[in-house]
């Protein structure tokens, strides 16, 4: 799934890619996505602004609407030019983006005024678009339960909001996104790496020092990853259908039998919270 430096990939692309630019016409293949009443809502619209909320895209549209795109498991946005041969939609470009099977899963499109097409390619089709009022926002329920961006979170306030939640796994603590939004299961693996905390630590047992770690390497990960364009280890691609390269330099996600960084021990795999979890047994005491 997309986490936070993905989505921050993808918006920062589309800020460069379609804003300004009106949505003149949609398609769709996926029935939840109700293409006809979603038509007449976006079409002639300008979108004013995008912004990342957690894992969320928000468009703002003219006339304050806003549509919501949350990419879930296998979503991510693409900028081109397609045509549709044999009942598929065939990017017209040659190359990566054309050839890469993780960007043929063409299931919505928006034509823009320049002539360009934004497309969202979802092998599962899990992906979420929902239009509401701009006003609105506050209500939203994806929106308004979100706990402060991993980014933008101070440490008084990534401390009160982590200790709230002391019997759990540090592990699903960081990835609740009502703690803290933005982080799931790759990078909750390698901030734990990286600050030597086992993922089923409860908060708890967890001292300042330790919690300061989590927290730099939490700030420093994410930015890491940013800068690399996130992680492409399952099917995520950027708006030019690239992979990222944060995947290559990843410190523990699905690192199991390689050595640690750290002491080269192998490194192991558990499940927590059904979500397959590598920790280095040596560097990751548990600690209770
Ligand atoms: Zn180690």
Same mark, same amino acid.
């Given at each position: ?21 009106? *949505?003149?016409? %949609? $398609?769709?293949? &996926? ?15 300008? !979108? ?12 703002? /549209? ?19 030019? $397609? ?6 939609? !065939? ?19 928006? $034509?823009?005024? @320049? ?5 969202? +390619? ?13 006003? #609105?926002?506050?209500?939203? #329920? ?10 933008? &979170? ?16 540090? #592990? =699903?603590?960081?990835?609740? =996104?009502?703690?803290?939004?933005? !982080?799931?299961? %790759? ?16 908060? =708890?047992?967890?001292? @300042?020092?330790? /919690? ?6 939490? #700030? +420093?990960?994410?930015?890491? +990853? !940013? ?21 290559? *330099? ?19 795999? *558990?499940? *927590? ?16």
């Amino acid at each position: 799934m997309p986490e936070l430096p993905e989505v921050e990939t993808i918006v920062r692309d589309l800020n460069n890619k379609v804003l300004g630019r009106k *949505i003149q016409d %949609i $398609w769709s293949d &996926v029935k939840k996505f109700k293409v006809q009443s979603l038509k007449l809502k976006v079409v002639g619209r300008k !979108i004013e602004k995008i912004e990342r909320k957690g894992k969320n895209i928000l468009f703002h /549209l003219s006339g304050g609407k806003l549509l919501l795109v949350h990419q879930k498991m296998t979503g991510h946005f693409l900028c081109g030019r $397609w045509e549709r041969k044999k009942g598929k939609w !065939i990017n017209v470009e040659e190359g990566f983006l054309r050839d890469d099977k993780m960007n043929n899963f063409i299931h919505l499109i928006f $034509w823009l005024s @320049d002539g360009n097409m934004l497309a969202l +390619s979802d092998l599962r089709k899990f992906a979420k678009v929902a239009f509401f009022d701009t006003q #609105k926002i506050e209500n939203i #329920k994806d929106i308004k339960n979100l706990g402060p961006d991993a980014l933008n &979170v101070s440490m008084a306030d990534f401390k009160k909001r982590v200790l709230r939640k002391n019997n759990k796994d540090i #592990k =699903q603590v960081l990835m609740d =996104q009502e703690t803290i939004a933005g !982080i799931g299961n %790759i990078y909750a693996d390698d901030i734990l790496w990286k600050a030597a905390i086992h993922p089923k630590r409860k908060p =708890q047992f967890i001292n @300042d020092n330790d /919690l300061k770690k989590i927290f730099s390497a939490m #700030k +420093s990960i994410l930015a890491k +990853s !940013i800068k690399k364009r996130g992680t492409s280890i399952s099917d995520f691609r950027d708006t030019a259908g690239n992979k990222g390269g944060y995947g290559e *330099i990843r410190l523990a996600y699905k690192r199991k039998g390689d050595p640690c960084g750290r002491c080269g021990v192998k490194m192991e795999r *558990i499940k *927590i919270g059904g979500r397959g979890t590598c920790f280095c047994p040596k560097c990751q005491k548990t600690g209770f």
